[in-house]
């Protein structure tokens, strides 16, 4: 934690206290997850919205359209007492709490989503042994930097990427020859 110290007209110093910033998940309105991050981005937030890809078929058309990967989220980078300010924000409906605060996530998860985005599932795996239920971090490949949970289902290897506090689980598939144990 950053300190400063500035002084008063008695002469007087006090410390300052540089603030907290942290990542927070904010529930929107329905269908309003990418005009609630433009408007906060707008009011001077830092926003992540995790986006995906998907191809939408009509009957005289196809397109690609970016659908949020968990609806009604968005992710906002600020103090808890910056928080109280996104209640006037049109497209606001709560902010997730833990124990009476507000939920803090980790900056790991955030960039475990990012990682996980980046990238298609890689399939085919080496037939190597490694014992679910054991932490593992992915070392090569299009996911590396992600920490996980190995689960091994026959002859793949799955890491498991938790976000612990909205009760989210995703699951990639990489080469056994990427990862290693921690």
């Known amino acids: 934690m950053l300190t400063t110290t500035t002084q008063t007209n008695t002469g007087k110093e006090f410390p300052l206290i540089a603030p907290i910033f942290s990542w927070f998940v904010v529930y929107t309105k329905a269908q309003a997850e990418k005009k609630f991050a433009e408007r906060l981005q707008h009011a001077g937030y830092e926003v992540y919205l995790p986006l995906q890809e998907e191809l939408k078929q009509w009957s005289d058309r196809k397109k690609k359209i970016q659908k949020p990967l968990i609806s009604s989220v968005v992710f906002v980078r600020c103090t808890e007492a910056q928080l109280s300010g996104l209640y006037n924000i049109l497209g606001f409906s709560r902010v997730l709490r833990y124990l009476g605060k507000p939920a803090v996530v980790q900056p790991q998860e955030i960039l475990n989503l990012q990682i996980l985005l980046q990238q298609a599932v890689v399939r085919d795996i080496q ?55 921690l």
């Not at 890491?159 to 989210?168: A, D, P, T, W």
Request: glycine share 10%.
């Open 127 to 181: 037939n190597d042994v490694l014992t679910p239920g054991i932490a593992i971090e992915v070392v090569r490949g299009p996911f590396k930097g992600i920490i996980g949970t190995a689960v091994q289902v026959l002859n793949t290897l799955r890491v498991k990427i938790e976000i612990r506090h909205l009760g989210v689980a995703f699951e990639i598939n990489v080469p056994k020859s990427f990862v290693k144990v």
